[in-house]
């Protein structure tokens, strides 16, 4: 009996030493790198969606994840820099939020699972081979560029005796030329002067709104270019104080100031993001995970701005707004 005892409290404090072993054994940390091409205050918020759905999917940062950011500032060599530079720590997947950087990242690496969670046209821009099966090294969420399309119609809907139509762009992003592959025809259908004013740097504003003035254009819309989405008040003011209706590609341009957004919110696509990455984490490949598209547009007006500027809201419009600002 007491050699039975001996043993059992033999096995019990082995046992008992192995948990211990195994708690006090470090864990694998996945890093996990963000790559964005704008600045930290403008895209940090909208990040905050990733972090908190990978919270929500059971990841601690620090003990299961570590999550390194990286922000370019608007400056597309510092993104190339960047991207190599990322590439180099080999992180577990890489995470982006454009085109811009997709293109440096497909350039920097073809085995590094990226995962971007806004970008357009990713079979003809050659990220995937196909939306159902990416094949290679990418995958994510779509930016679906019809919007770009559908907010040209709304504003003819909101402003239907205006003639002038202006659009501004970031020229340093190449991705600008795909949109206005969509605008152009849009605002020539809908019997729009379309006025394209493009800038490189914040010193540009001031010209591209001078530029608009002298042409005289009747409404303003933003499109989804990450540099101009970091710099929207200062649009928003400009646009406020020449009594411009803004139509923005985000929910902040509405909230900021604007006239209206259409369009989906980049926080859900993050934490659709979020999805992706912890199925690449389990194990699957970034090749066998379908790009994902939008599935919820929303309208929103924001009523205080279009009174304050003169600009009347057609009661059609209004009943399809899924959010109004007063």
């Not at 559908?150 to 504003?155: A, D």
């Amino acid at each position: 009996m007491k050699r039975r005892a001996m043993l059992v409290a033999s096995g019990a404090w082995l046992a008992a030493n192995a948990a211990r072993s195994l708690a006090q054994a470090p864990k694998v940390l996945r890093r996990i790198a963000y790559l964005h091409p704008g600045n930290e205050a403008g895209g940090n918020a909208i990040f905050g969606a990733f972090r908190e759905e990978m919270k929500k999917l059971g990841y601690v940062e620090g003990r299961d994840i570590s999550i390194e950011t990286h922000w370019a500032d608007g400056n597309m060599d510092r993104l190339t820099t960047l991207a190599a530079e990322t590439v180099a720590r080999n992180p577990a997947v890489i995470v982006t939020s454009s085109s811009a950087a997709v293109v440096v990242l497909k350039k920097a690496t073809t085995t590094i699972p990226v995962v971007f969670a806004t970008a357009a046209n990713p079979v003809e821009q050659g990220f995937v081979t196909s939306l159902r099966r990416p094949g290679g090294n990418i995958t994510g969420v779509i930016l679906h560029l019809g919007v770009e399309t559908k907010r040209v119609e709304i504003i003819r809907e909101a402003l239907p005796t205006a003639k002038g139509l202006g659009f501004l762009v970031y020229e340093p992003d190449p991705f600008h030329k795909i949109m206005l592959e969509f605008v152009e025809p849009a605002a020539k259908r809908l019997k729009f002067d379309l006025i394209v004013a493009r800038v490189a740097r914040v010193e540009d504003f001031e010209r591209a709104f001078a530029e608009l003035a002298a042409r005289k254009v009747d409404a303003l819309s933003v499109p989804t270019l990450t540099f101009l989405v970091n710099n929207r008040k200062q649009i928003i003011e400009r646009a406020l104080s020449a009594r411009l209706p803004l139509f923005g590609s985000h929910y902040q341009w509405a909230e900021d100031g604007g006239v209206l957004f259409y369009g989906t919110r980049q926080e859900e696509n993050y934490r659709r993001a979020a999805a992706l990455v912890d199925k690449i984490v389990r194990g699957a490949k970034p090749g066998d995970l379908p790009v994902e598209q939008p599935e919820r547009f929303e309208l929103v007006i924001n009523l205080k701005t279009a009174k304050a500027i003169g600009v009347k809201i057609p009661p059609t419009l209004m009943l399809r707004a899924t959010t109004v600002i007063e």
